[in-house]
C-alpha cells in the first residue's frame, strides 16, 4: 500500500486566493482525519470523517475552511480566501475503527501551504 | 474533551544517555495512549502505544508507562542516538464511545548531543 497520499507537497499563494489540499486515505480505511500543523499550535484535528460522513467539524477555524469527502478514496480541504495566518503544514491521516483493529493514525507527508 | 499536556517542550540529552518525556490526560476515559515521532520535515509516525489494561510496554530501547490513577504517561528513551533527535508527540484518545479521536500533547523536541 502507498500509505496515505497527499497533494500537493507545497503550495505557495497569495492572499485572498482559494486553496484546495487533497488526500486519498489508505484503501479500507474508515476514518480520515484533517490535522494542522504549527510551532505555536502543534496538532490541531481541524475535521474528521467516518465512512466519509463528517463526524466532528468543530476544530475547523472559520467559514473559510471547508472539507469533502465525496468517496471512500479521496479528500479535499478547500481555504477561501485564504490569509496568511493560514499558512502551516496541513497533514491528512487515516485509520481503522477501533478498537477491533489497529488503534493508530497513519499520517500522510503533509502540504507545506504559505499564504503570502 | 480531552487534554493533553506534555512536559518538558525541549529536551536536550547526551548520546548515550536516557530521555524521559511526560504526558497527563484529562479524560480518565482514555483508554490508549500512543506516541509519534516527527523528523524535521517528515511526516509524525508511531512508535509505541500502550492501552490501559497493562502499566508498562518495552520495544527494545523505547519503553511507556501508564499510571492510570494519576493519568500520566511517559516514554523512555535508553542508550539515546543521534537519530532519536526528533520532535515526540503523545496523544490519548477513547477506544470506545470516543470517536475515535486522537487529542495530541504540544510536542517535545529531542536533541541528541554527541
Known amino acids: 500500500d502507498a500509505g496515505v497520499i497527499q497533494s500537493p507537497r507545497h503550495e505557495v499563494t497569495e492572499m485572498g486566493q482559494e486553496v484546495t489540499l487533497r488526500c486519498k486515505p489508505i484503501s479500507g480505511h474508515d476514518y480520515l482525519f484533517w490535522y494542522r500543523q504549527t510551532m505555536m499550535r502543534g496538532l490541531e484535528l481541524l475535521i474528521y470523517?467516518?465512512?466519509?460522513?463528517?463526524?466532528?467539524d468543530s476544530g475547523m477555524p472559520e467559514d473559510r475552511f471547508s472539507a469533502k469527502m465525496p468517496n471512500a478514496s479521496f479528500s479535499t480541504l478547500k481555504i477561501q480566501p485564504s490569509e496568511p495566518r493560514d499558512s502551516a503544514v496541513y497533514f491528512c491521516a487515516s485509520s481503522l475503527d477501533p478498537p477491533t483493529h489497529n488503534y493508530g493514525y497513519t499520517f500522510g507527508s503533509g502540504t507545506r501551504l504559505t499564504v503570502v | 474533551g480531552e487534554n493533553v499536556e506534555q512536559h518538558p517542550s525541549t529536551l536536550s540529552v547526551q548520546e548515550g544517555d536516557s530521555a524521559v518525556i511526560k504526558c497527563t490526560y484529562s479524560?480518565?476515559?482514555?483508554?490508549?495512549f500512543p506516541w509519534y515521532k516527527q523528523e524535521l520535515g517528515k511526516r509524525p509516525q508511531l512508535i509505541i502505544d500502550?492501552?490501559?489494561?497493562?502499566g508498562e510496554k518495552k520495544d527494545q530501547r523505547i519503553a511507556v508507562t501508564l499510571n492510570k490513577t494519576a493519568k500520566h504517561f511517559s516514554l523512555h528513551i535508553t542508550e539515546t542516538q543521534p537519530e532519536d533527535s526528533a520532535v515526540y508527540f503523545c496523544?490519548?484518545?477513547?477506544?470506545?464511545?470516543?470517536?475515535?479521536?486522537?487529542?495530541f500533547g504540544t510536542g517535545t523536541q529531542l536533541k541528541v548531543e554527541l
Open positions: 496523544a490519548a484518545k477513547r477506544l470506545t464511545g470516543g470517536g475515535n479521536k486522537l487529542t
Open positions: 470523517f467516518n465512512n466519509n460522513v463528517p463526524i466532528d
Open positions: 500502550i492501552r490501559s489494561n497493562v
Open positions: 479524560d480518565s476515559a482514555s483508554n490508549y
